[in-house]
Structures are given as structure tokens and as C-alpha cells.
């Protein structure tokens, strides 16, 4: 994944936390588990040797 997609993801992330599909805590704590796993990917991406 590129730095792009990620920032693209968060982005739609946003909007559906603003429209309100997050409401429930479970699915908030998930889809903020997942995009944090995926910055973490791009992080070892870029930075190999951190």
C-alpha cells in the first residue's frame, strides 16, 4: 500500500464517522485497529530498519 491509499482511507473513514456509521463501539475500535495496522505497515515500508 502507498502512502495515498492510506491517507484515502482515512479520509473515507472520516466521512463515515461523520455520517455516523461508527455509532457503535465495537465497529469504531475495528475500523481504527485496522487503519492503525496500516499506517504501522506503511511505516515499516518506508522506514525498514526502524
Known amino acids: 500500500?502507498?502512502?495515498?491509499l492510506l491517507f484515502?482511507?482515512?479520509e473515507i473513514f472520516f466521512?463515515?464517522?461523520q455520517?455516523?456509521?461508527y455509532d457503535e463501539p465495537?465497529?469504531?475500535a475495528m475500523a481504527l485497529e485496522f487503519l492503525a495496522n496500516q499506517a504501522w505497515d506503511e511505516v515499516d515500508r518506508?522506514?525498514?530498519n526502524l
Open 1 to 4: 500500500m502507498n502512502a495515498k
Open 26 to 28: 465495537l465497529l469504531l
Open 8 to 10: 484515502l482511507q482515512i
Open 19 to 21: 455520517d455516523g456509521e
Open 46 to 48: 518506508i522506514y525498514p
Open 15 to 17: 466521512g463515515r464517522l
